[in-house]
Nanobody, 124 residues
Framework: QVQLVESGGGLVPAGGSLRLSCVASGRAVLRNVMGWFRQAPGKEREFVVGINWSGLSTLYADSVKGRFTISRDNAKNTVYLQMNSLQPEDTAVYYC?????????????????WGQGTQVTVSS
């Protein structure tokens, strides 16, 4: 079993930055795709970004392109999400997810493991 633990959320003003971390523990490190999703109050969960095991392939939602950057350190079993130029519409609970797929997918159903989420609140 794999456990994913997110950290780094918080309250920031519009235009600010945060870096989220997701540490994987348990059985062998997920050697495949990792992703970040978010869910705002009253809205469905949405895909934010995904990264393959090597880190050479990424896929971003249009809403975060140019502002968010995903990276991973496999030696530390950790995935990061650097979020810059945050806006109030980025306010949500952010979830780290791990997939046994080798291709980055935008669908939450393709991810097998989920963290508990970390709250990101951007004030206007």
């Amino acid at each position: 079993q794999v456990q994913l633990v997110e950290s780094g959320g918080g309250l920031v003003p519009a235009g600010g930055s945060l870096r989220l971390s997701c540490v994987a523990s348990g059985r062998a490190v997920l050697r495949n795709v990792m992703g970040w999703f978010r869910q705002a109050p009253g809205k469905e969960r949405e895909f934010v970004v995904g990264i393959n095991w090597s880190g050479l392939s990424t896929l971003y939602a249009d809403s975060v392109k140019g502002r968010f950057t995903i990276s991973r350190d496999n030696a530390k079993n950790t995935v990061y999400l650097q979020m810059n130029s945050l806006q109030p519409e980025d306010t949500a609970v952010y979830y780290c997810a791990g997939s046994q797929q080798r291709t980055i997918m935008k669908y939450g159903s393709m991810y097998d493991y989920w963290g508990q989420g970390t709250q990101v609140t951007v004030s206007s």
